[in-house]
T-cell receptor, first 111, second 111 residues
């Protein structure tokens, strides 16, 4: 596989569920990102990991918990989400602060 | 004032015409700018980056940057129906290094 992959591509969950989103990059990059994209809104940066350390947490609610076990993998753990958290969640990677390349995204629906 | 501003559109052009997409930004210290294309239901893909004042051409695409006016544009020559998508402008923050995205302009190219 090449580029940035994300699983699952679609996820429907109830407000009491716990689920995780997975991102994997095959580009040899050392920075990874989680973004949220809601309808009619700009992309919102959620978390940044550089060299496997979290360097950015954009006041994201604690019901979203990121994990970066190595430079190729990034997870977003979800628990007790709200319906307004329904959105497209995009992972991206870059080499340092260079150009970011996006994965296909996970379309999340919270019932 | 939004940090990166785009007209949401839709911008409608006939096939074969030049499509002109515009973006303004508020961070006078920004040095790096990016145009991404996003098809409906898909993730953003990088079209062009631009760092210096003036024009940068790549095939049918030309990015234009005017730092004095804090203005970035993307021209698409010989527009095709397959160019119909949302175009996202992004500027790298001079303070944080983060990419700040506009909300995107929807382009419709009519056969």
């Amino acid at each position: 596989e090449t580029g940035v992959t994300q699983t699952p591509r679609h996820l429907v969950m109830g407000m009491t569920n716990k689920k995780s989103l997975k991102c994997e990059q095959h580009l040899g990059h050392n920075a990874m990102y989680w973004y949220k994209q809601s309808a009619k809104k700009p992309l919102e940066l959620m978390f940044v990991y550089s060299l496997e350390e979290r360097v950015e947490n954009n006041s994201v609610p604690s019901r979203f918990s990121p994990e970066c076990p190595n430079s190729s993998h990034l997870f977003l753990h979800l628990h007790t989400l709200q319906p307004e958290d329904s959105a497209l969640y995009l992972c991206a990677s870059s080499q340092m602060a260079d150009t970011q390349y996006f994965g296909p995204g996970t379309r999340l629906t919270v019932l | 004032q939004k940090e990166v501003e785009q007209n949401s559109g839709p911008l409608s052009v006939p096939e074969g015409a030049i499509a002109s997409l515009n973006c303004t930004y508020s961070d006078r210290g920004s040095q790096s700018f990016f145009w991404y294309r996003q098809y409906s239901g898909k993730s953003p893909e990088l079209i062009m980056s631009i760092y210096s004042n003036g024009d940068k051409e790549d095939g049918r695409f030309t990015a234009q940057l005017n730092k004095a006016s804090q203005y970035v544009s993307l021209l698409i020559r010989d527009s095709q129906p397959s160019d119909s998508a949302t175009y996202l402008c992004a500027a790298r923050s001079s303070n944080t290094g983060k990419l700040i995205f506009g909300q995107g302009t929807t382009l419709q190219v009519k056969p």
